[in-house]
């Protein structure tokens, strides 16, 4: 046994299970543009604290998916959120999405730093042979941190992403677990 | 690909959906307490109708992706001839538990478990690609061990006087097999 109780835990971060009491900053961060066209490709839709506290219901009950908040060490409080949708067991294939809320808490390494702790969840505990992740062509600062995760890029859906006149690009990457293994347990075979 | 339209085929039998048709065949069987007294650690009650058509209802459309459970057919008059299931305990141990039957003692001793079996274990290892296959069995079964030892099964534990039967207490076997023992055997180059 290699994890224990620091499964879920990075250097400052920690993933967490999401709380009721989460809901009104989560409805906040749901307000802001520039974030929604970072984390969908869905047209934004205004977030009620109705339709977050329904978001809450809804995932608690759907097992193909595994949700977090994403949480600092030191005093707790809620930075962003990710999750691992399984999408085929016996192919082990899970697609990840992060996000960090707070725009002043972009570019510190928080998000870097909970996907490391995501995709280590997704090897070491859901025994997942491959990760995917969708990024936006105009995500510059998201793409180098999931390449600094170990995530490689893999290919492009083309102009499938209309903002503001214009076709953008979506980037597809991923992440083996021999991969993932060979850098942080050599020493497994 | 090594299997596709012949994933589900055997020698003597294959392995379709479950149907409501089969229900009176279904009653017919499990009425008979030798068979139910092989198949399941409960008490030997024969079924009503209303618990097979319950039982039919969530297994010709189950909910769970955990769940794959089968009838067996003759691969000659496509007759059915039993049942068997693979239930996935966890997929992150990739870990399931199969049960079998064959209905009608007319049909034991033939070999239709044993091959019916053996496509079951390949559907868990090739389709849903599980690290490991365990069943459990009861001490007084030996005809079912011998058929799990065919297919690759090893004996790996048993729970002691688990199970009451006229007056005596029985084990119950713990049988496993792992997928890396069954490509060896099957694909050694794969």
């Given at each position: 046994m290699i994890y224990t109780n620091n499964l879920l835990q990075g250097a400052r971060i920690h993933l967490a299970a999401i709380r009721q009491d989460d809901l009104a900053t989560y409805n906040k961060w749901y307000t802001n543009t520039e974030f929604r066209r970072l984390l969908s490709a869905r047209a934004v839709r205004l977030s009620t604290l109705e339709s977050q506290a329904e978001w809450l219901k809804n995932i608690a009950k759907d097992e193909k998916t595994y949700y977090f908040g994403i949480r600092s060490r030191d005093d707790d409080h809620l930075l962003g959120n990710c999750h691992i949708e399984i999408e085929s067991q016996p192919s082990r294939h899970g697609w990840v999405s992060i996000y960090i809320g707070e725009p002043?808490?972009?570019?510190?390494g928080y998000g870097t730093e909970a996907m490391g702790v995501l995709v280590r969840f997704g090897f070491m505990e859901l025994n997942l042979h491959r990760i995917s992740l969708n990024v936006f062509s105009y995500n510059e600062r998201g793409m180098k941190s999931y390449e600094?995760?170990?995530?490689?890029h893999e290919g492009t859906t083309r102009e499938a992403l209309y903002r503001d006149g214009t076709y953008h690009d979506i980037h597809v990457m991923g992440i083996l677990r021999h991969n993932w293994m060979a850098k942080h347990h050599p020493e497994v075979k | 690909m090594l299997y596709t339209h012949n994933l589900l085929k055997g020698e003597n039998v294959h392995l379709a959906a479950l149907s409501r048709d089969d229900l009176p065949t279904y009653q017919k069987w499990f009425a008979n307490p030798e068979l139910l007294r092989l198949l399941s650690n409960s008490v030997a009650m024969p079924h009503t109708q209303e618990r097979h058509i319950k039982w039919l209802d969530e297994n010709t459309n189950p909910k769970s992706d955990s769940e794959y459970p089968f009838s067996i057919r003759a691969l000659d008059d496509n007759r059915i001839v039993g049942g068997c299931d693979i239930e996935v305990d966890s997929w992150a141990s990739r870990h399931g538990w199969v049960g079998i039957f064959i209905g009608s003692?007319?049909?034991?001793?033939?070999?239709?478990?044993t091959d019916a079996m053996n496509i079951l274990i390949?559907?868990?290892?090739?389709?849903?690609?599980?690290?490991?296959?365990?069943l459990s069995v009861f001490s007084y079964n030996p005809r079912a061990i011998k058929s799990y030892e065919k297919i690759g099964f090893t004996y790996e534990g048993k729970r002691r006087e688990a199970l009451y039967r006229d007056g005596t207490y029985h084990d119950m076997h713990i049988m496993g097999i792992l997928q890396r023992d069954w490509m060896a055997k099957h694909h050694p180059k794969g």
């Open positions: 002043d808490d972009w570019g510190k600094k995760v170990g995530f490689v | 003692p007319d049909d034991w001793g033939k070999g239709y478990g390949r559907f868990g290892f090739m389709d849903l690609n599980l690290h490991r296959i365990s």
